[in-house]
């Protein structure tokens, strides 16, 4: 992907009647950097990608990051997000990292690909490569999974999530005895015929365990529909959702301010399901988490005398 940032894109400016600050813009010229080396890897290697959540919404509705969004989002069909991550750690250039709960302490379902490990780094980003942003900025990824139409394989599906769940919900509970905590994995090996070993992180294990649940089926096992799940790991399910499958069957270019990013050929379909109808509407003024997302990290620089980059005035 051809990456140039012109030389206004950082000014300040009202959008949707929403101040989107300098500091702010160099945060996004920074995601779509993070961005630009992920698209390069995917063409590699012939994976697919599109724009997710409110990337997606604002490629189609705004040609760029909606004003009050801080973050980017993107997602992949299994058999891509799978590849991907087979991948994507030796491709990365030095100051980019993988992290997911395979290799590093983010105990999520979902993976990034980020410029920084944890507020250690902050100080050391090559801020000349990332756009003049100080700060630790990420891209979040998301897998899209195929749906079983017959309601048996659904069942089934549920059933041994909702136990790799609540593996997950004993072993992150610091009260849990560890009686409990044997008897949840004895339950898992009893169903499941799987033996997760106490001798390693055992967390890690059930959230793999869990991801592969998800991921259990494919365009062999009678699916029709394809969809996002992930949210089950956060006792939220409204935001997960599925959808007939050719509307992932490929995908087609947007504007995205200064670049271009894919979008799913059925973008249409994937927004009115997660916003509704309307989704052409402006609802401004909100974020849907902490805003900026650099507001924790401003304030841990400011406390360790960590000056590059950053005006605190």
Same mark, same amino acid.
């Given at each position: 992907?051809?990456?140039?940032?012109?030389?206004?894109?950082?000014?300040?400016?009202?959008?949707?009647?929403?101040?989107?600050?300098?500091?702010?813009?160099?945060?996004?010229?920074?995601?779509?950097?993070?961005?630009?080396?992920?698209?390069?890897?995917?063409?590699?290697?012939?994976?697919?990608?599109?724009?997710?959540?409110?990337?997606?919404?604002?490629?189609?509705?705004? !040609?760029?990051? @909606?004003?009050?969004?801080?973050?980017?989002?993107?997602?992949?069909?299994?058999?891509?997000?799978? !590849?991907?991550?087979?991948?994507?750690?030796?491709?990365?250039?030095? =100051?980019?990292?993988?992290?997911?709960?395979?290799?590093?302490?983010?105990?999520?379902?979902?993976?990034?690909?980020?410029?920084?490990?944890?507020?250690?780094?902050?100080?050391?980003?090559?801020?000349?490569?990332?756009?003049?942003?100080?700060?630790?900025?990420?891209?979040?990824?998301?897998?899209?999974?195929?749906?079983?139409?017959?309601?048996?394989?659904?069942?089934?599906?549920?059933?041994?999530?909702?136990?790799?769940?609540?593996?997950?919900?004993?072993?992150?509970?610091?009260?849990?005895?560890?009686?409990?905590?044997?008897?949840?994995?004895? !339950?898992?090996?009893?169903?499941?015929?799987?033996?997760?070993?106490?001798?390693?992180?055992?967390?890690?294990?059930?959230?793999?365990?869990?991801?592969?649940?998800?991921?259990?089926?494919?365009?062999?096992?009678?699916?029709?529909?394809?969809?996002?799940?992930?949210?089950?790991?956060?006792?939220?399910?409204?935001?997960?959702?599925?959808?007939? @499958?050719?509307?992932?069957?490929?995908? @087609?270019?947007?504007?995205?301010?200064? @670049?271009?990013?894919?979008?799913?050929?059925?973008?249409?379909?994937?927004?009115?399901?997660?916003?509704?109808?309307?989704?052409?509407?402006?609802?401004? =003024?909100?974020?849907?988490?902490?805003?900026?997302?650099?507001?924790?990290?401003?304030?841990?620089? !400011?406390?360790?005398?960590?000056?590059? =980059?950053?005006?605190?005035?």
């Amino acid at each position: 992907m051809k990456f140039e940032v012109p030389e206004n894109f950082y000014k300040e400016e009202v959008r949707n009647d929403f101040l989107v600050t300098s500091e702010m813009k160099h945060c996004w010229a920074s995601e779509l950097k993070i961005l630009s080396v992920i698209d390069d890897i995917c063409q590699r290697h012939q994976i697919k990608y599109f724009a997710h959540f409110g990337t997606l919404l604002g490629a189609i509705r705004h !040609k760029g990051f @909606i004003p009050w969004d801080d973050d980017i989002d993107i997602a992949f069909m299994r058999e891509d997000y799978n !590849k991907f991550q087979s991948v994507v750690s030796s491709e990365l250039p030095d =100051g980019l990292y993988f992290r997911s709960f395979w290799n590093s302490d983010r105990m999520n379902i979902f993976p990034e690909v980020a410029n920084g490990n944890s507020y250690a780094d902050l100080g050391h980003i090559d801020t000349d490569y990332f756009c003049g942003c100080p700060y630790i900025t990420g891209i979040d990824i998301y897998p899209i999974d195929w749906m079983p139409d017959n309601p048996e394989s659904q069942k089934l599906q549920s059933r041994l999530l909702a136990l790799a769940l609540a593996g997950i919900g004993v072993w992150q509970q610091a009260k849990s005895s560890k009686q409990d905590r044997n008897d949840i994995l004895q !339950k898992i090996k009893d169903v499941m015929g799987i033996e997760i070993d106490t001798s390693k992180d055992v967390l890690p294990q059930l959230y793999g365990l869990a991801d592969s649940i998800i991921g259990m089926y494919g365009a062999d096992d009678g699916c029709s529909r394809a969809g996002l799940q992930f949210n089950r790991f956060n006792g939220n399910t409204s935001a997960d959702y599925s959808i007939p @499958i050719e509307n992932f069957e490929s995908v @087609i270019y947007q504007p995205f301010e200064f @670049i271009k990013i894919p979008v799913p050929v059925g973008y249409k379909a994937v927004l009115e399901e997660h916003y509704g109808d309307d989704y052409m509407t402006f609802h401004n =003024g909100q974020a849907a988490h902490d805003y900026p997302f650099y507001g924790k990290q401003k304030k841990y620089m !400011k406390k360790h005398h960590i000056k590059k =980059g950053v005006d605190y005035e």
